[in-house]
Structure formats: structure tokens, C-alpha cells
């Protein structure tokens, strides 16, 4: 059998979050050229939505699955956007395409000054985004409705219109959005395209629907409330942000305990040090390589993480915790002891089912593979069986031994589909730990 090349790959793989800023950093720039040109118009209503997201700016959340937003802020950028009329005297709006992006751009930056004081990370790919999205539904709405003069601005037009026209937009918008945010989400996880933008789209129903949603009731009520359209019709994305910030409080909870959880085996001696977090990292790795769900991925981050919870019924532990090393009998006890005490919770059955089955074989001899055993089963599999070859060593030697034993019990232990992603991880690096670059850091 010829030995795996964990060689780093020489091609430059796409870029995604440098394409995705660099992009709107352009646009931005030849936006406030542009608008420094023409002179800023109606400066008065620019600046009270230049305010507002600002405000929703420095107001923005953290979401599960690493993800920031800013619902006012996006909400306000789409609302100045598709403003047409403004206030009682029914005052058309006529700011260009590019003032809108100058001034969304210019708004989230002054917004993010007060993290960049408080010394928190400021994503100016998340920024970009924002940009970009406003920019896109400018350059549909504003042509349309130029000052009042365009298609949208007819007066013979049926009520229904305007408020359809803005609809489709917005929903174009969040598409658009969703496969901007896939490129940059793709890039910063390193993980195939498609399955990240169908996580994106799967989002988009979340807080995207309330910020479209509130972004044009507030350009619809502007034509007659004025100002207090913006208030009025925050209230509710402000309590919907609220609920998202509690449900994203309660997750980091969650997570926190999970990973407590997982180092129990540590502190009593069953396991190795950094062992569960180690085999987390690279499962989750080749579950995101191999296409699978947020949810999905989620589930095998919590089976990873708490894979070895059965070995704490064992009367000596086994030399090192490597589980790989002791007979498939043994290993299929631990497992379901460890389902067992995880089904006590009541809340994580399916995390349950897949540590249950995690000793089990790729396929029995004679038979074909196993329909019935879960893919994150199969894939802890493979991993364990590496971090308990390998640890946390950053020798070549041994990651290359790991990958040939493992490639030699395809036949019937391990998947060959999860063995071939693996190596493949370990070739291009993408978990710290399984770097193989000389000189690589952990």
C-alpha cells in the first residue's frame, strides 16, 4: 500500500472573507467619491438614519454558530434604501445609490468605535456584509423610484405595488446576503461552499425575515408617521433581538457545561489531557468537509466531546484512555455505558444514539455496510481511533503511521469515505493540531 502524502497542498484555495471586503471596501470608496462629488441630499433625513444604524450597530449580538449581528442597524439600511416618501408633506426622497452606501458604511464604522475601545474583535467581513446587502437593494429600489420621476414613483399605480416591489427586494437581498455570508463563513471554517450556504439560507428564516421585515415597514409608515416610524417599528426587532440575545446566552450555558462534562474523564485519570477536545476539533473538521448540517454538526461536536463518559464505570482505566487498544467488546461497553448515563439528561438523546453507536464496524465480514449506523458515529470512530494513535504530537512519523492503520481497517472498521476526508484534513491543516507543516504550532 503506498504511504498517504501529508505534503500541505502548494495551491492558494479562494479567499473569501479578503474577496468579500475588498469588494466592498471598492465600492465604498468610489461611494463616497461619488457622493463627495454631488453633495450629500436631504441631510437631514440621511442623518437620522445615519444615527439609527449606528445605534444598531453598537447594539449588535453574538448568535449561536459564530455569528454577529446587527438587526437594527441592517434593518435601517434597507428602510433608507427603500425610503421613497418622508413625513406628512409627502417630501420624495432622492438620495443616489451611492449616498445610501456611503452612509450605511460610514454609520456601521462609527458604530463599531465603541468595541474597538472596549478592546472587542470587530468583523469587518460581518460589516462589509451589511454593506453590500444595503448596496444591493439600492441598486434595484432607487433607479425605480428616481426622486419620484421613476416607475415606482407613478401615482396611477395600484397601492399593492409598492409595498410587493419592496418585498421582493428585500427577500432578493437576504439571498444575496446569504451567499455573500457563505463565502466568508466557507473561508473562516474552511468548509465546502453549498452546505454552508444552505446553513445560511436555513438562517436567513431567523432574525433575516425581521430585519427585512421591519427594514420595509419602516420606509412604508415614513411616508406618513416620519420620524416616529423608526421607533415605533423598532420596539418589536428590538424584543426579537432581545429573544436571540437570551436564547444565545442560554447556548454559551450549555456548551460550557457540555465541555465541563467532557473533562471529567480527564480529572479522573480515564483519558489524557485535551484527548476529547482534540477528537471534537477534528470530528467536527470532517463532518464540515464531508457536507454535513449545522444541527447535525452540533450533535457530533457534543458526541465527541463527551465520547469517553462510559470508561468512568471501569474499575482500572485503560493505559492512556486510547480505547483503540482494547477489544471490540470492551469498546462497545464503554460506549453504552456512556449513552446511557448522556439518555439520563433527557435533552440529548440523539447525541445518546450516536456515542452508543461509536464502537460499532464500518460493516461485519460477509455483509455489506451498516445503513443504520449514524454518519457522526462512524466519524468519532476514525477520529478517536487517530487522536489514541497520535495524541498531541506534532511528529510526521506518527500521523502517518495513524492514517496507514487506519486505512488498513477499512475493510471493516472504519468508513472509507470518513478515513479518506480525514487524510485529507491532515493534508491541508485545517485543525491546528493535525498541522503537519514543519515547524508548525499547536
Known amino acids: 500500500m503506498t504511504s498517504v502524502d501529508l505534503a500541505p497542498r502548494r495551491r492558494e484555495e479562494f479567499r473569501g472573507t479578503a474577496f468579500v471586503v475588498g469588494a466592498a471596501g471598492l465600492l465604498v470608496i468610489w461611494a463616497v467619491v461619488q457622493t463627495a462629488s454631488a453633495g450629500v441630499q436631504q441631510v437631514q433625513v440621511a442623518a437620522v438614519f445615519a444615527i439609527f444604524i449606528a445605534i444598531g450597530e453598537v447594539i449588535r449580538i453574538e448568535l449561536p454558530g459564530d455569528r454577529e449581528a446587527a438587526p437594527l442597524g441592517a434593518a435601517g439600511a434597507l428602510a433608507y434604501a427603500l425610503l421613497t416618501t418622508y413625513g406628512p408633506g409627502s417630501m420624495a426622497t432622492v438620495q443616489s445609490v451611492w449616498q445610501v452606501v456611503s452612509l450605511t458604511a460610514l454609520a456601521a464604522l462609527i458604530g463599531a468605535l465603541p468595541h474597538v475601545a472596549a478592546g472587542r474583535p470587530t468583523r469587518f467581513d460581518e460589516i462589509a456584509r451589511r454593506v453590500l446587502a ?79 421585515a421591519t427594514g420595509v415597514l419602516i420606509a412604508l409608515a415614513a411616508q406618513v408617521m416620519g420620524w416616529w416610524a423608526i421607533p415605533v417599528f423598532c420596539v418589536p426587532l428590538l424584543l426579537t433581538q432581545f429573544s ?155 500521523r502517518l503511521d495513524a492514517l496507514e492503520r487506519l486505512r488498513l481497517g477499512m475493510a471493516y472498521d472504519f468508513d472509507p469515505r470518513v478515513v479518506e476526508t480525514l487524510a485529507r484534513i491532515v493534508r491541508k491543516a485545517r485543525v491546528p493540531h493535525l498541522s503537519t507543516a514543519p515547524g508548525s504550532q499547536r
Open 134 to 212: 444595503a448596496a444591493f437593494a439600492a441598486a434595484i429600489f432607487r433607479p425605480l423610484y428616481d426622486g419620484g420621476n421613476g416607475v415606482l414613483g407613478d401615482e396611477s399605480l395600484a397601492s399593492w405595488v409598492l409595498p410587493l416591489v419592496m418585498v421582493l427586494i428585500v427577500a432578493a437581498t437576504g439571498l444575496i446576503d446569504a451567499a455573500v455570508s457563505s463565502l466568508v463563513r466557507a473561508d473562516r471554517n474552511r468548509a465546502p461552499y453549498r452546505p454552508t450556504l444552505r446553513d445560511e439560507l436555513r438562517a436567513l428564516l431567523g432574525i433575516g425575515s425581521a430585519i427585512g
Open 244 to 398: 436571540f440575545r437570551r436564547y444565545a446566552s442560554i447556548r454559551a450555558t450549555y456548551d460550557q457545561t457540555i465541555e465541563a462534562l467532557s473533562r471529567v474523564t480527564e480529572v479522573g485519570g480515564y483519558t489524557v489531557k485535551g484527548h476529547a477536545t482534540r477528537v471534537s476539533e477534528i470530528s467536527v473538521a470532517v463532518g464540515r468537509e464531508m457536507g454535513m448540517a449545522e444541527d447535525d454538526l452540533l450533535d457530533l461536536r457534543y458526541a465527541a466531546l463527551m465520547h469517553d463518559l462510559g470508561q468512568l464505570s471501569l474499575a482500572q482505566p485503560i493505559p492512556g484512555g486510547a480505547t483503540v487498544m482494547v477489544d471490540a467488546g470492551d469498546q462497545r461497553r464503554i460506549a453504552e455505558l456512556g449513552a446511557s448515563v448522556i439518555r439520563e439528561t433527557g435533552v440529548l438523546d440523539e447525541v445518546a444514539d450516536i456515542i452508543e453507536r461509536q464502537a460499532d464496524p464500518y460493516r461485519r465480514p460477509r455483509e455489506h455496510a451498516d445503513p443504520t449506523l449514524p454518519v457522526s458515529s462512524r466519524i468519532i470512530k476514525a477520529a478517536n481511533a487517530y487522536d489514541d494513535l497520535v495524541g498531541d504530537s506534532l511528529e510526521y512519523g506518527p
